[in-house]
């Protein structure tokens, strides 16, 4: 059974730091305790909700087979609604409960000021989904991912739509979060340099219900396809509101539509749009008895559970090289210590803390499910 406590970002007291961050090498007999961390609630719940069953799977399949380090791991849940001021009043709470590692979290508008936190306090950070190059390019000693990065697949985005959609007026949306715009960028940046000039470069604002302002500019610009840098909610309701008054377009995205709550939102609107993911871990030979374990539960590991299952995974099998929990030790020993097996297969990292590997493909929305093209 998970030992759990879950932290709610928005009801968090003062938090109380550890001086000089020596949580993390806290040594004993009790539990470890390790983290995950993300939009446990809001209007990007579904994805906090994806990490909370992967690190849940992930403590209770470590603890069955004996723990770390001879002893089992308490799982402790922090709640940052992808706020960005939340994700530090939650960090400073997770450190303060001397947890050894966070798989979070999912916004990079949150990982990044968070992972400030968990640097000056001894916590190692390995994000699941936070794909903004920031991340891990300020050179913090204690981030990682096991997700790729935006420049990757802002690359891969603006390639297909070039090859494919030049003869399209096409229009590149972004809601100004650290995430979708760096998104947007990236991949307008891929389509300029393939010769196309895209017709409409515009924010909108996250979290309203009616897009019809925009709308209205991409039927007046005679948009055919619309790329997307931001979350399933709103691309979702952009999309509908465009077909509705008629528009025939297609809706490109990135990773963060990876979630059957894209469907709910669109209905019938959301068939042929396509988005940007790494292959479908779910299919892979490595997660296979996991992905068993998951659909006996009545889970279906899409999107991040498997990442941050891979997160906590790569982890523990990094402390059991290094002997102990020390934050540094084994986070030398990730970025030189490779290959790390895990449910996304085997993993090297680089000296930032990204994987060397990424492998982003495109999906595609056909009937209410998604499927690599």
Not at 112 to 141: C, M, R
Not at 237 to 251: C, D, H, P, S, Y
Not at 281 to 299: C, D, G, L, S, Y
Request: charged residues 20%; hydrophobic residues 40%.
């Amino acid at each position: 059974m998970i030992k759990r406590r879950t932290i709610l970002g928005s009801t968090l007291a003062a938090p109380m730091l550890l001086a000089g961050g020596r949580g993390a090498f806290a040594q004993g007999s009790g539990p470890i305790r390790v983290a995950t961390a993300g939009p446990m609630t809001g209007q990007y719940a579904a994805f906090g909700g994806q990490m909370r069953a992967g690190a849940e799977q992930a403590v209770t399949d470590l603890n069955a087979a004996g723990g770390v380090l001879g002893r089992q791991l308490a799982l402790e849940v922090g709640d940052d609604a992808c706020d960005p001021r939340q994700a530090v009043s939650v960090a400073n709470q997770l450190a303060s409960r001397q947890v050894a590692l966070v798989a979070g979290h999912f916004c990079s508008g949150s990982s990044i000021p968070a992972s400030k936190v968990y640097g000056e306090e001894g916590v190692l950070q390995i994000s699941p989904a936070s794909t903004n190059p920031a991340f891990t390019d300020s050179g913090d000693w204690n981030t990682f991912r096991v997700c790729g990065r935006d420049d990757q697949q802002g690359l891969v985005a603006g390639r297909y739509i070039a090859q494919n959609m030049r003869d399209r007026r096409i229009a590149i949306l972004h809601d100004n979060t650290a995430y979708g715009r760096g998104l947007a960028e990236e991949t307008k940046k891929s389509l300029n340099a393939a010769g196309v000039t895209e017709a409409l470069y515009s924010a909108y604002t996250p979290g309203e219900r009616d897009y019809s302002a925009i709308v209205s500019r991409l039927q007046q610009a005679n948009i055919g396809v619309v790329y997307v840098g931001g979350y399933h909610t709103e691309s979702g309701l952009i999309l509908r509101q465009a077909k509705e008054v008629g528009m025939n377009i297609t809706l490109i995205g990135g990773d963060a539509l990876v979630t059957n709550e894209f469907w709910q939102i669109t209905g019938a609107a959301g068939e042929g749009t396509l988005m940007t993911f790494s292959s479908d871990p779910r299919k892979r030979a490595t997660a296979a008895q996991v992905v068993q374990r998951f659909r006996a539960r009545n889970i279906d590991p899409e999107g991040y559970v498997l990442y941050t299952y891979a997160a906590m995974q790569i982890w523990a099998a990094a402390a059991a090289r290094a002997g102990g929990t020390d934050p540094r030790r084994i986070a030398s020993l990730l970025k030189s210590g490779g290959p790390w097996a895990s449910v996304l297969g085997d993993i090297n990292f680089d000296q930032k803390g990204d994987v060397t590997v990424p492998d982003y493909v495109f999906y595609v929305w056909r009937n209410g499910t998604y499927a690599e093209m």
